[in-house]
């Protein structure tokens, strides 16, 4: 009887790939007690295998930093939104959503913005939205490659040993993106292809690949679970921290039970009126909050 330590690389009908702490690459399945406990392993997430009479099988789960529902994937150390200067037009309530979520669950967020070639102008007004909220940024233009290397070398310096993934809308240019950053990952993604018959942009499940400096990338179907009407990612007293910009201002507003929507007295209303929140992430945050206002309070678990 043997324990070896892993990490999920990828998952599908029940059968999981996992990469060993001494670089083996080894396919197995795990204990039928799982389904008892109604816990599913997730890409991401780190396990102890039990090898015994030839056979390996999952046998614990360590505790996860985050886990996502779509796509389905654990301890996510950061996440890059890409958002497109033009072509198509920006959603930035949906970038909104999206990096609150993210925020929520412990995922830093980078952001993007690409097709600076596109409008400049339009580039530099979402840089300064987000610059201004907090986020670290960078502006690039795939096809010219302006912007490409300051991600690399972020990556490289900040992102080692980290499970980071892109998120976008379609025709943000994010594949691009992503192919010109990391080479390794476009071979191998595309020698997946050849071998399913399927395009790059019909990935049905999550995996991960190696990158070079000793992370990886997760190749997801996409981050399309954002309705906070039909799903519950948390409830109304968890979203103003969910904003990077309002935490200096917290705990500051003249009413102690202060929604940050109207008050007079509210600091972070004060601090928009100033010009140190921008416009459209305050309205972003309204919008969330009559969201979850309407709804029940759901049970964490």
Same mark, same amino acid.
């Given at each position: 009887?043997?324990?070896? @330590?892993?990490?999920?690389?990828?998952?599908?009908?029940?059968?999981?790939?996992?990469?060993?702490?001494? *670089?083996?690459?080894?396919?197995?399945?795990?204990?039928?007690?799982?389904?008892?406990?109604?816990?599913?392993?997730?890409?991401?997430?780190?396990?102890?295998?039990?090898?015994?009479?030839?056979?390996?099988?999952?046998?614990?789960?360590?505790?996860?930093?985050?886990?996502?529902?779509?796509?389905?994937?654990?301890?996510?150390?950061?996440?890059?939104?890409?958002?497109?200067?033009?072509?198509?037009?920006?959603?930035?309530?949906?970038?909104?959503?999206?990096?609150?979520?993210?925020?929520?669950?412990?995922?830093?967020?980078?952001?993007?913005?690409?097709?600076?070639?596109?409008?400049?102008?339009?580039?530099?007004?979402?840089?300064?939205?987000?610059?201004?909220? *907090?986020?670290?940024?960078?502006?690039? =233009?795939?096809?010219?490659?302006?912007?490409?290397?300051?991600?690399?070398?972020?990556?490289?310096?900040?992102?080692?040993?980290?499970?980071?993934?892109?998120?976008?809308?379609?025709?943000?240019?994010?594949?691009?993106?992503?192919?010109?950053? $990391?080479?390794?990952?476009?071979?191998?993604?595309?020698?997946?292809?050849?071998?399913? *018959?399927?395009?790059?942009?019909?990935?049905?499940?999550?995996?991960?690949?190696?990158?070079?400096?000793?992370?990886?990338?997760? =190749?997801?179907?996409?981050?399309?679970?954002?309705?906070?009407?039909? $799903? =519950? $990612?948390?409830?109304? *007293?968890?979203?103003?921290?969910?904003?990077?910009?309002?935490?200096?201002?917290?705990?500051?507003?003249?009413?102690?039970?202060?929604?940050?929507?109207?008050?007079?007295?509210?600091?972070?209303?004060?601090?928009?009126?100033?010009?140190?929140?921008?416009?459209?992430?305050?309205?972003?945050?309204?919008?969330?909050?009559?969201?979850? @206002?309407? @709804?029940?309070?759901?049970?964490?678990?």
């Amino acid at each position: 009887m043997e324990y070896i @330590k892993g990490l999920i690389v990828k998952g599908s009908g029940g059968l999981y790939d996992l990469l060993c702490q001494n *670089g083996e690459r080894i396919s197995c399945r795990a204990k039928g007690a799982f389904r008892h406990e109604a816990v599913s392993p997730l890409v991401g997430d780190r396990v102890t295998l039990l090898h015994e009479g030839g056979s390996y099988v999952i046998e614990s789960i360590e505790e996860r930093r985050n886990m996502l529902i779509r796509p389905s994937i654990a301890n996510l150390d950061r996440l890059f939104i890409v958002i497109p200067s033009a072509r198509p037009e920006a959603d930035l309530f949906t970038v909104d959503k999206l990096s609150s979520i993210a925020r929520y669950n412990n995922i830093e967020v980078v952001m993007i913005v690409s097709k600076c070639a596109l409008s400049r102008k339009k580039a530099m007004e979402i840089a300064d939205i987000y610059t201004k909220s *907090g986020f670290r940024l960078f502006v690039t =233009d795939s096809p010219s490659g302006e912007g490409v290397e300051n991600i690399k070398d972020y990556i490289n310096k900040e992102c080692k040993a980290k499970i980071i993934a892109f998120a976008g809308a379609s025709g943000v240019g994010k594949s691009t993106l992503i192919n010109n950053i $990391f080479n390794e990952f476009s071979r191998k993604t595309d020698s997946v292809s050849e071998k399913t *018959g399927r395009g790059r942009h019909t990935t049905r499940t999550v995996e991960l690949f190696e990158t070079e400096n000793g992370g990886f990338i997760a =190749d997801t179907p996409g981050f399309t679970m954002l309705d906070f009407e039909r $799903f =519950d $990612f948390f409830d109304l *007293g968890d979203l103003p921290g969910t904003f990077i910009e309002f935490e200096r201002y917290l705990g500051k507003c003249r009413y102690t039970k202060c929604t940050h929507t109207k008050e007079e007295g509210c600091a972070i209303i004060e601090a928009l009126e100033r010009g140190e929140i921008a416009k459209s992430r305050h309205e972003s945050y309204k919008l969330l909050y009559e969201i979850l @206002k309407r @709804k029940q309070p759901y049970r964490k678990k």
